[in-house]
């Protein structure tokens, strides 16, 4: 009897590229939708499904911190903006 890994497997992997190689928005909601889908269907795939969820979760949240990041530091530049050339003489 064969006991299929594959959906824990991929959600793993697409955790590890996530973070590892930047991956935004569509790896990281594929990631965690097969880790969930295998959590359910693969009862060998646990370990590698949990860690995949996990890992596609912390990429997904290092992408919203850090772009609400920007979007503050734009906002506050935007706020401060000050013209450089009366600052220097120009």
Known sequence: MH??????T???????????????????VLGLILGVMSRG??????????WGIFLNLLAMLGWIIGGALLLAAGA???I?????GTLFGG
């Open 41 to 50: 269907d693969e009862p060998f795939a646990r370990g590698r499904a949990g």
């Open 76 to 78: 506050g530049l935007a």
């Open 10 to 28: 991929a959600s793993l992997l697409l955790g590890l590229c996530s973070l590892l190689a930047g991956w935004t928005l569509v790896a990281p």
């Open 3 to 8: 006991h299929g890994t594959g959906k824990g």
């Open 80 to 84: 401060w903006e000050v013209d450089l």
